[in-house]
């Protein structure tokens, strides 16, 4: 195993999980990587590391430029496993290691390892001088845990920014420039929708903070290293932290039991469609949720049917809508639909979810609903009354 090295006296020490299918939850269909990096100093260094599993990958790749039994200082920039959960085996090797991280980190790590290591506290602001190079510390909590900091080498003019900006991506490339661009945004959407986006105000102090330094590359803990599209992915930040949307996109997400349900899916997507707005149609039993979530990110009007079950939502959609409360998108229209036996209570409880501010505080179009199974007139009133409400908007 190969370290990769970045600059002068900085490698890339990671690891390649090209399995990897699900994080907590989120599909991760090009699995990831959980980025490490040694700075070769008068203090030798390591940010993060990886999670439990992949430890002797890493291992190899220290010890491809070092005998990791220099490591004088591991940066902690955030203790969710995937980057702290190889520190019993790195410590046993290195158990004077001086461990820098800020408060709620080191509160953390002893409760996950409970081990008494040589910790450092930083606030945000310090710096530490490793040798040639300084490091300085900038807490950003919430993105993505209380914790989460991001480390600055001025010298260097580089951002570790741990999971902001990062994106799951296996590959044999460390750089965003030698992979198609438009995946690396499309995967830094999905990781921003799945994994930031309920914290996009602390993301705005995030973008506020990193606005003054000077950087010329942006270290993430997952996928690629942002060395020539910086402005793309800060600008992509901006606009994703400010819950900007596509007024011309809709997206319509259902689950069916005997098909009216999805039929008046189709017929709102008609509806949007000679409005000129673009409606995706998305039922549940189809496209993964986390996927859904990515499309979220753009559409200004968001759908959501289901038929009346047990007097509830069916349990698709109500997985559907607790993971989109969960991740709070703002600024959006809502519709509420569906199709009922006798008593209906899907279509207001959806309407309430989407439109109440305890639930996704969405502006809400009227429901659609229809008593049993629609037919073609039914359908065309239904098309109608969305077409006017919005020509109205
Ligand atoms: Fe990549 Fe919040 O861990």
């Not at 260094?45 to 039994?69: G, Q």
């Not at 702290?84 to 410590?91: A, C, I, Q, R």
């Not at 659609?368 to 007139?377: R, S």
Request: one cysteine or more.
């Amino acid at each position: 195993m190969k370290a990769y090295k970045l600059r002068d006296n900085i490698y890339w020490v990671g690891v390649i999980d090209w399995n990897l299918r699900n994080f907590h939850g989120y599909i991760t269909p090009r699995g990831s990587t959980y980025n490490a990096y040694l700075i070769i100093d008068e203090k030798v260094t390591l940010i993060d590391n990886v999670k439990y599993y992949l430890f002797e990958e890493m291992l190899a790749r220290i010890s491809d430029v070092i005998d990791p039994h220099q490591i004088d200082i591991i940066v902690q920039n955030h203790i969710e496993m995937d980057h702290s959960s190889s520190l019993p085996n790195l410590m046993k090797i290195i158990p004077n290691a001086t461990i820098y991280s800020n408060a709620n980190a080191i509160k953390g790590l002893k409760m996950h390892y409970h081990q008494d290591w040589n910790f450092q506290e930083i606030r945000s602001g310090d710096f530490i001088n490793i040798g040639n190079n300084d490091l300085t510390f900038l807490t950003t909590p919430m993105v993505h845990w209380p914790d989460n900091q991001v480390t600055y080498c001025p010298q260097e003019k580089l951002l570790f920014s741990n999971d902001a900006f990062g994106q799951h991506i296996a590959s044999n490339e460390r750089f965003e420039k030698d992979f198609p661009l438009d995946l690396v945004i499309e995967e830094a959407k999905k990781y921003y929708a799945n994994i930031v986006l309920p914290y996009s105000k602390q993301v705005q102090k995030v973008l506020d903070s990193v606005s003054s330094l000077e950087i010329n590359m942006i270290a993430p803990s997952h996928g690629l290293i942002w060395t020539e599209h910086i402005p793309e992915i800060l600008n992509a930040y901006k606009i994703w932290s400010n819950n900007i949307t596509d007024n011309r996109n809709a997206l319509i997400i259902y689950d069916t039991m005997w098909n009216s349900t999805e039929k008046i899916a189709f017929t709102i997507a008609e509806a949007f469609e000679n409005k000129g707005i673009k409606a995706k149609i998305r039922n549940l039993q189809h496209t993964h949720i986390s996927d859904i979530m990515t499309e979220v990110m753009d559409a200004k009007y968001i759908c959501v049917g289901s038929p009346t079950i047990n007097s509830s939502i069916l349990p698709t959609v109500a997985a559907f809508m607790s993971y989109l409360q969960c991740l709070a998108p703002k600024n959006r229209i809502g519709l509420a639909f569906g199709s009922y036996g006798w008593s209906g209570q899907s279509i207001p409880m959806l309407h309430k979810m989407l439109g109440d501010n305890t639930g996704c505080g969405f502006k809400m179009l009227d429901p659609a609903q229809v008593h049993f199974i629609p037919d073609k007139e039914i359908l065309e009133q239904i098309r109608e009354n969305i077409e006017q409400q919005l020509a109205s908007i």
